[in-house]
């Protein structure tokens, strides 16, 4: 089954990456935020393969749409929740961060000021005082101690934003270096 609850992404690439969902962005215009302006777009080809393995020292991105979002996603190299807040001068984003040390981090902005950057597991972390539905379902979930997994189900369920498998094997956009 091809799930559209992006949290797939945490199990199938453990070792580290990052996605950044965002509306009122083309997902040329994040991936370039996200990699950097000198990065060569293009489409991805049937040789590409989301394996780091493949690409020692480098990093993987991909970028597209999923959902009615547009997404970048990056494996190994770049942190893609750096550019959230940028990334929702057009209305929202959000991002979602680990790594191989076990460091997971979420983080939502709405108009280009982030609402939420937590992570999960970890006492504190922000949530502006905007009464939005999103921030006080992220609140009383972060105060439970939800896992990962469990927060970015729930983010993405809330948001209505879904990526399947094929939707990033089948990204608009691809890059590696």
Do not use: Q
């Not at 302006?37 to 049937?46: F, K, Q």
């Not at 893609?80 to 929702?88: G, I, N, R």
């Not at 984003?93 to 983080?107: C, D, E, G, Q, R």
């Not at 939800?146 to 209505?160: D, I, K, N, P, W």
């Amino acid at each position: 089954m091809d799930s559209a609850d992006p949290a797939w992404l945490r199990t199938e690439y453990r070792e580290e990456g990052s996605i950044v969902f965002a509306s009122g962005v083309d997902p040329a215009e994040l991936l370039r935020a996200v990699g950097g302006l000198d990065i060569e777009l293009r489409p991805p080809s049937p040789d590409d393969v989301l394996d780091p393995r493949c690409y020692p020292g480098g990093m993987i991105l991909r970028a597209g749409r999923g959902g009615g979002w547009s997404y970048c996603f990056h494996m190994l190299g770049i942190d893609a929740a750096s550019v959230t807040s940028w990334a929702s001068r057009n209305g929202e984003a959000v991002s979602f961060m680990w790594n191989v040390n076990a460091l997971t981090w979420i983080k939502y902005a709405r108009a280009g000021s982030v609402e939420v950057s937590f992570e999960p597991g970890v006492p504190g972390g922000l949530f502006a005082d905007t009464g939005t539905p999103l921030v006080e379902l992220l609140r009383a979930h972060h105060d439970r101690d939800e896992s990962f997994a469990e927060l970015v189900s729930l983010t993405c369920r809330e948001l209505h934003i879904g990526l399947t498998r094929s939707d990033l094997r089948e990204s608009e956009f691809a890059a590696h270096t």
